[in-house]
Every structure is written in structure tokens, then in C-alpha cells.
């Protein structure tokens, strides 16, 4: 089993209101990852969780808060967001992080397409 | 000079046409390539992975890989309008930060013509 599942599929949001973004893996992977992704670019990193320990923010807005209660769930936290924060998120996990090679190896869910009104 | 890159496309051919899609890498640190195919809206999937130089086949595809050159190419043959989407090559490398550990480049879209 390679799936990673994310919820919702939809998100449409107020700049005022808080909501979360779920994503789920059973494959005994240690690394977590969000990325977001706008319209006909590549995946941009915004996360990594590594043990369940943030090992890479890269810069995000605070309005983004990722949370890893435990290996198999990810959230991030959405708050006050603006409409250019629209964009498809997308969660992704890897056996390990940081080792090179196979390890490294990412399967991605379906993504949550998030508007942000 | 970008670390990863790719034609960016897009690229339209025939249904039965065989598909080359190429990405250029400037860090020789890049050990181990990958090759995501991501359909409209959706999540991108892994289609194949390779270590070492040479090619690997996996059905229709075949990924292709020249470290000496820092050349890697995903050939499809017999392409079919399924096979539209957008293709992403990635390369991983042992050691650095993540910016270097892990790269994906821009995507190359492709559209199989019926």
C-alpha cells in the first residue's frame, strides 16, 4: 500500500476563518512533507517533519502551523490566510529523510485544492 | 543557472508517437533520479526511480540515465491520450540541506493527441 490520503479534497475559506488540512499514511514511513503548489509550477516545499519532529520550515507564514501528533498524521493549520495563499496543498511522505536514495522517496496524496475567498 | 532543469513544454504529439522528455542537473552530488507524472488537479505519482547510469523499463516507459553527461530522459512509447499530464523529474543526494538533498524540476507538459 503507496496511499496517502488527504482531507478535504475542497477547501474554500474566508480570510477570517481557521480551518485544517488532514493527511494520513500506513506505511511506516518517518518523514512528512507539505507542499504547495500553484497552477503550472512545481511543488514548493513548505515542511518537513522528520519523527515526528519539524526539521524544515522554509519560511512559511505563521499563518501556516503544521502540527504531527504522531507517524502517521499530518496537519497543517490554517489561519487568516490570504487570497494568494490559494493554491493546491499537497502532502507527501518518505521512509526516512535526508538519507539519498530510495529512502528519499516521496509518495504524494491527491492534494487539498484550498480558495481562499 | 538552475539547479534542475527541463523543457518546460508544452509538448503535443500523435497518439502511437514515442515521447522523450529530458531534464539537465548541474549538482554531480545527484545520485538517484525520479520520474512523477501528475494529471490535472491531481497529486503527483511516482512512475520510476534509478540509481545508476543506463536504462530501466517498466512497460511503455523507460527511464534513461548519463551521470557523465548530468542527463536524464523518460521515454514512452506508444504514447496514448491517457498519457497527458505533466511529468516531473526529481533527484536525490546524500547529505546538505534539503535544497540540495532533494530537487524536483519544473515539469514538462504533455499532450497525447487522438
Known amino acids: 500500500d503507496t496511499e496517502v490520503t488527504q482531507t478535504p479534497k475542497h477547501l474554500v475559506m474566508g480570510m477570517t476563518n481557521k480551518k485544517s488540512l488532514k493527511c494520513e499514511q500506513h506505511?511506516?514511513?518517518?518523514?512528512m512533507y507539505w507542499y504547495k503548489q500553484k497552477a503550472k509550477k512545481p511543488p514548493e516545499l513548505m515542511f518537513v517533519?522528520?519523527?515526528?519532529?519539524?526539521?524544515i520550515n522554509e519560511s512559511v507564514p505563521s499563518r501556516f502551523s503544521p502540527e504531527c501528533p504522531n507517524s502517521s498524521l499530518l496537519n497543517l493549520h490554517l489561519h487568516a490566510l490570504q487570497p494568494e495563499d490559494s493554491a493546491l496543498y499537497l502532502c507527501?511522505?518518505?521512509?526516512?529523510?535526508?538519507?539519498?536514495?530510495?529512502?528519499?522517496?516521496?509518495?504524494f496524496g491527491p492534494g487539498t485544492r484550498l480558495t481562499v475567498l | 543557472q538552475k539547479e534542475v532543469e527541463q523543457d518546460p513544454g508544452p509538448l503535443s504529439v500523435p497518439e502511437g508517437a514515442i515521447v522523450s522528455l529530458n531534464c539537465t542537473y548541474s549538482?554531480?552530488?545527484?545520485?538517484?533520479f525520479m520520474w512523477y507524472r501528475q494529471y490535472s488537479r491531481k497529486g503527483p505519482e511516482l512512475l520510476m526511480y534509478?540509481?545508476?547510469?543506463g536504462n530501466k523499463e517498466d512497460g511503455r516507459f523507460t527511464a534513461q540515465v548519463d551521470k557523465s553527461s548530468k542527463y536524464i530522459s523518460l521515454f514512452i512509447r506508444d504514447s496514448q491520450p491517457s498519457d497527458s499530464a505533466t511529468y516531473l523529474c526529481?533527484?536525490?543526494?546524500?547529505?546538505?540541506?534539503?535544497?540540495?538533498?532533494?530537487?524536483f524540476g519544473p515539469g514538462t507538459r504533455l499532450s497525447v493527441l487522438p
Open positions: 507527501a511522505s518518505s521512509p526516512r529523510f535526508q538519507r539519498g536514495g530510495i529512502e528519499d522517496t516521496q509518495y
Open positions: 506505511m511506516g514511513h518517518r518523514a
Open positions: 517533519y522528520s519523527y515526528e519532529k519539524l526539521s
Open positions: 549538482n554531480s552530488a545527484f545520485q538517484y
Open positions: 534509478t540509481y545508476s547510469s
Open positions: 526529481a533527484m536525490s543526494a546524500i547529505g546538505g540541506n534539503y535544497g540540495q538533498n532533494f530537487v
